[in-house]
Each structure stands twice: as structure tokens, then as C-alpha cells.
């Protein structure tokens, strides 16, 4: 706020301030107070502060706003002969969804322009430091730090030295220093500057600082005649360093291994019209093939009648009875991993009805059942095609863990997930379970059981646990090719 020196004013006005401050019985500095108060209470524009920037200021760098690139990258270009490739890179990331904001140094605008960089990354291009429209709200402070990951390509000899010491005596190297984002680097220079000690010792000093190098490669130089090292990589090459550095890798514990899944309920016909079904919705089956799908297998998942949309990437196959089912897990085989989480009908009706089952006189027809195929035994007991590892599921209403044992025993499986399915429970067509997980002991054939007991989860956080128990098992052990 600026202050007023009365000393200052001319003699006339001093006059009249003395006169009508003595009229007022006032200090001459209250009373010009109250004449400044009555000229803005008169005035006939509106109070607002001013707090809007000059004109000439009014062109910040913009916020990152809206949810389609999922990363961000600042591009610092310098100025080296490869810097034409960094205009391919721009593209290269912007197809990987990546949003690049451009820095340019003055000598990188020896080699490109601004106005390429600008078309191509569809953005406004920085090239100084001391540049009021972008600084009056720091505006290196924001391009060092409103990313997810800055990048130097090329990276000139001239720059990592500037790094490698802390220079910020232009914007690109200004960024460099105020940034805690990570960088990555791709340096090109002429084979002698990247072998000189100078390069040697700077380039030691910025991979202890902890920045990150892509190449150089080693090939032809523009320079007429000279190869060497000091190519830069690729815009490709770059491109995909920096998306790994920004989206790494998911772990993915069971990639190359075919995982089979049962899911659901069977109907059993009894006529055209009509089934025997059960409570199961599915949800359990369907959440172990969207984890086992995340953990990187290919996934087959062969499913009764549900209400529920396919995991992606999971290769679903509907079935309606139980056999049915066993011919679709049959079709499926071979298979490293098997689990049978169905709840698949003990029984069908023998006597299915070829039309549809009338009323009489004679009072309700009889239903003749007959055992369905057991597809948790005929896949346990295979002699070729036996997946390494099959999971049977129980779903019991009373003696839950003893049932549990003795069927891991008479199906031959490796492992039973328990769970009690008593109404109480809510469990049938919930979405949470409590499982306990039963297995021989550590793998060891000494006919010891283990009983693992997870507390209540929800269907998907018992997948995703059930997953990680499995790719803990099964590393290294996989099927017999298929013949
Ligand atoms: C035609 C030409 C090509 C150049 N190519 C490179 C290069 O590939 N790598 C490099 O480190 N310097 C190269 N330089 C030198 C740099 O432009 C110079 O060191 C400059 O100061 C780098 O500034 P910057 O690091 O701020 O971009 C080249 C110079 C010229 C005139």
C-alpha cells in the first residue's frame, strides 16, 4: 500500500488540509484519511479489491486439469543435433496418454522451434526463466513440480555438467534443481564429450544423485564419418523408459499359467420348463477369475447360470447342468491350476420330463433323481491331464471343517476352501464369506491337513487372498504340455 508524505504536497493543498483539520478538530494525517474515505464512499464503481494480475501478467502456466491423461512429463529439450527426435518423442508419449509440457533451452531453439513444439504437444512452450508471464506465480517452480516425471532429451554434455553442480542460471536448469520428481535423461553428444573425463565424472555424480539414464546408443554421429557412443536412443526407446518409470509393472505372479474356474449354480432339468437349482450367485468363482486374470494368467471360466457381467479377459463359458459343466472342464484341460468353487447339483432328475409335466388325477409325478458326475473327483483322479494343483471347494451347513477334511480325502484334491453356506451366514448369493483353507500339510504327502482360517472378507478380498496363496505355491511347478 503506497503511504502519503503531506511534506510533499504542494503548498496550496497543505493549506487547505491544515485550515480544514483545524476546522474539524482533527490531525492533519486523520483528516486526509476522512477526505479519501468520503471520495471512494461517493465514487460510482463498484468496491471490489483489485486483486486481478497486470494485463501483461495475466497468461499463467495453466493447471493440469481434467482426468484423461493419467501422466504427466515435463520435456526438457536441449540443445544438441538430436533434439529434432524429441519432437517424435513428444508424440510417442502423448500416444502412451502422457500430457508433456515443453521446456526449450536457448540453444535447443537453435535446432527446433518453438512453434513445432507447441503444435506438436499441443501446449504452450517455455524457454525462459526471467519471463513475467509465467513467473509472477513461479512458474519453474510449477513445471519442476506439476509433473509426474521430467525428462531431458537430448541431454547435452553442457546440461548434465550444469546438473551435476547445481547450476539454475536458466529455466531448464533452474527446473532441474527445484524439481522432486524423478528424471530421466537421454544424453547425445559426440562419442570424444561423452568419453571425456569431465562427462565421466558428471554423469558418475548424477546417477549418485539418483537421476536416471537411458543410453546413450552407440552408431553413426552427424558429424561426417565418426560413430562411437553418444547416439541418442530412440523417441520409442525413451518413450517407453519414461511410461515404465510412470506406470510400473503390476506384479503379475501367474503369468504363463492357465488357470480353470468353476462358477455357479446348475440347473437340473426336470421338463422343459422347469430345474432344480441352488442359492449360488456366483460372485466367489467370478472374483477368483478377475484376480487370477490380474495376476497375469490366462483364465477359463466355466460358469451355471449367473446374474453377473464377465471379468475381463477371462474366457467365460455358460453352461446350465452339471454335465455340461464337466465336459466344458474336460474341453479345458490341460490346465496348471484348477478351481472348482460351483456349487454344482448332487443330483439330476432321471426321468426328465420331455414335455412339460402336467397335473393329473394320479397326484404330483414322481421325480426319479440320479447322481450328476462328481467334477471335483474326476479331475483330482486323472492320470494325464491333472492340473498340478486342484481346488475343491465346501459349502456346508454344520460340521464344517471335518466335512472339509474328509472330502479333501475322498476327492483327491490338494486343497478344499471351507465355507459355511447356513443361512445365517448369508453367504449363498452375499458378498462376503469366511473360508478356511485346507490343505496337506506344506505339500508334504504325510497325510498331515492344515486348516487355515482367513477372518470375513469380502468374496473379492478372499480371491485375491486364495490368488496369492496360489501363486505362492504353484511358482515354478508347471502342467504337462498339452498333447
Ligand atoms: C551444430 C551443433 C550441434 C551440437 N550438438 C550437440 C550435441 O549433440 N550434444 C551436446 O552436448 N552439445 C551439442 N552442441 C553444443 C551445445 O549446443 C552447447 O553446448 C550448448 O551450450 C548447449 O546448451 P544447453 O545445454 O543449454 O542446451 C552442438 C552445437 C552445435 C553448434
Known amino acids: 500500500m503506497a503511504s502519503l508524505t503531506i511534506r510533499k504536497l504542494d503548498e496550496g493543498i497543505k493549506t487547505y488540509l491544515r485550515l480544514r483539520s483545524a476546522k474539524n478538530r482533527r490531525s492533519v494525517e486523520e483528516e486526509v484519511r476522512v477526505i479519501l474515505g468520503e471520495l471512494i464512499e461517493g465514487r460510482e464503481e463498484p468496491l471490489t479489491p483489485f486483486t486481478a494480475p497486470p494485463a501483461a501478467f495475466t497468461t499463467p502456466i495453466p493447471q493440469r486439469t481434467g482426468a484423461v491423461p493419467e501422466a504427466s512429463v515435463t520435456l526438457i529439450i536441449g540443445g544438441g543435433i538430436a533434439a529434432y527426435k524429441s519432437l517424435d518423442?513428444?508424440?510417442?508419449?502423448?500416444?502412451?496418454?502422457?500430457?508433456?509440457?515443453?521446456?526449450?533451452?536457448?540453444?535447443?531453439?537453435?535446432?527446433?522451434?518453438?512453434?513445432?513444439?507447441?503444435?506438436?504437444?499441443?501446449?504452450?512452450?517455455?524457454?525462459?526463466?526471467?519471463?513475467?508471464?509465467?513467473?509472477?506465480?513461479?512458474?519453474?517452480?510449477?513445471?519442476?513440480?506439476?509433473?509426474?516425471?521430467?525428462?531431458?532429451?537430448?541431454?547435452?554434455?553442457?546440461?548434465?555438467?550444469?546438473?551435476?553442480?547445481?547450476?539454475?542460471?536458466?529455466?531448464?536448469?533452474?527446473?532441474?534443481?527445484?524439481?522432486?520428481?524423478?528424471?530421466?535423461?537421454?544424453?547425445?553428444?559426440?562419442?570424444?564429450?561423452?568419453?571425456?573425463?569431465?562427462?565421466?565424472?558428471?554423469?558418475?555424480?548424477?546417477?549418485?544423485?539418483?537421476?536416471?539414464?537411458?543410453?546413450?546408443?552407440?552408431?553413426?554421429?552427424?558429424?561426417?564419418?565418426?560413430?562411437?557412443?553418444?547416439?541418442?536412443?530412440?523417441?520409442?526407446?525413451?518413450?517407453?523408459?519414461a511410461e515404465r518409470?510412470?506406470?510400473?509393472?503390476?506384479?503379475?505372479?501367474?503369468?504363463?499359467?492357465?488357470?480353470?474356474?468353476?462358477?455357479?449354480?446348475?440347473?437340473?432339468?426336470?421338463?422343459?420348463?422347469?430345474?432344480?437349482?441352488?442359492?449360488?450367485?456366483?460372485?466367489?468363482?467370478?472374483?477368483?477369475?478377475?484376480?487370477?486374470?490380474?495376476?497375469?494368467?490366462?483364465?477359463?471360466?466355466?460358469?451355471?447360470?449367473?446374474?453377473?457381467?464377465?471379468?475381463?479377459?477371462?474366457?467365460?463359458?455358460?453352461?446350465?447342468?452339471?454335465?455340461?459343466?464337466?465336459?466344458?472342464?474336460?474341453?479345458?484341460?490341460?490346465?496348471?491350476?484348477?478351481?472348482?468353487?460351483?456349487?454344482?447339483?448332487?443330483?439330476?432328475?432321471?426321468?426328465?420330463?420331455?414335455?412339460?409335466?402336467?397335473?393329473?388325477?394320479?397326484?404330483?409325478?414322481?421325480?426319479?433323481?440320479?447322481e450328476n458326475p462328481d467334477i471335483l473327483a474326476t479331475i483330482s483322479k486323472l492320470t494325464d491331464k491333472r492340473p498340478p494343483l486342484v481346488i475343491g471347494f465346501a459349502a456346508e451347513t454344520e460340521h464344517l471343517i471335518d466335512n472339509a477334511k474328509s472330502k479333501l480325502a475322498r476327492k483327491g484334491c490338494d486343497w478344499i476352501v471351507a465355507n459355511d453356506v447356513s443361512p445365517a451366514t448369508g453367504v449363498m448369493g452375499g458378498d462376503r464369506n469366511t473360508v478356511h483353507l485346507i490343505s496337506r500339510n506344506n505339500g508334504a504327502d504325510n497325510g498331515e491337513i492344515a486348516v487355515d482360517s482367513w477372518p470375513a472378507m469380502t468374496k473379492e478380498q478372499v480371491a485375491i487372498e486364495l490368488v496369492a496363496h496360489i501363486a505362492k505355491s504353484v511358482t515354478g511347478k508347471s502342467r504337462e504340455p498339452a498333447s
Open 89 to 241: 518423442l513428444i508424440r510417442r508419449l502423448k500416444e502412451r496418454r502422457i500430457e508433456v509440457r515443453c521446456v526449450l533451452t536457448k540453444a535447443a531453439q537453435q535446432f527446433v522451434t518453438a512453434l513445432a513444439v507447441s503444435a506438436l504437444s499441443h501446449e504452450r512452450v517455455y524457454t525462459d526463466l526471467f519471463d513475467p508471464q509465467s513467473e509472477f506465480d513461479a512458474g519453474h517452480i510449477r513445471l519442476a513440480r506439476e509433473c509426474d516425471l521430467i525428462v531431458v532429451a537430448p541431454a547435452t554434455a553442457d546440461l548434465m555438467a550444469k546438473m551435476a553442480n547445481g547450476h539454475a542460471d536458466d529455466l531448464a536448469s533452474a527446473i532441474l534443481l527445484a524439481t522432486n520428481r524423478k528424471v530421466l535423461l537421454a544424453p547425445a553428444m559426440n562419442p570424444l564429450m561423452w568419453n571425456n573425463a569431465a562427462t565421466r565424472r558428471n554423469v558418475a555424480q548424477l546417477q549418485r544423485d539418483g537421476v536416471m539414464l537411458i543410453g546413450p546408443n552407440s552408431g553413426e554421429m552427424a558429424e561426417a564419418g565418426e560413430a562411437g557412443i553418444g547416439r541418442m536412443s530412440e523417441a520409442i526407446e525413451i518413450a517407453t523408459a
Open 245 to 370: 518409470l510412470l506406470r510400473p509393472p503390476v506384479p503379475r505372479p501367474l503369468a504363463g499359467k492357465r488357470v480353470l474356474i468353476t462358477a455357479g449354480p446348475t440347473h437340473e432339468p426336470i421338463d422343459p420348463v422347469r430345474y432344480i437349482a441352488n442359492r449360488s450367485s456366483g460372485k466367489q468363482g467370478f472374483a477368483i477369475a478377475a484376480a487370477a486374470q490380474a495376476a497375469g494368467a490366462e483364465v477359463i471360466l466355466v460358469s451355471g447360470p449367473v446374474d453377473l457381467s464377465d471379468p475381463q479377459g477371462v474366457t467365460v463359458k455358460y453352461v446350465e447342468s452339471a454335465r455340461q459343466m464337466l465336459e466344458q472342464v474336460q474341453a479345458a484341460l490341460p490346465a496348471d491350476i484348477a478351481i472348482f468353487a460351483a456349487a454344482v447339483a448332487d443330483w439330476r432328475v432321471v426321468n426328465e420330463g420331455e414335455q412339460k409335466l402336467k397335473k393329473t388325477s394320479a397326484g404330483m409325478p414322481p421325480l426319479q433323481l440320479v
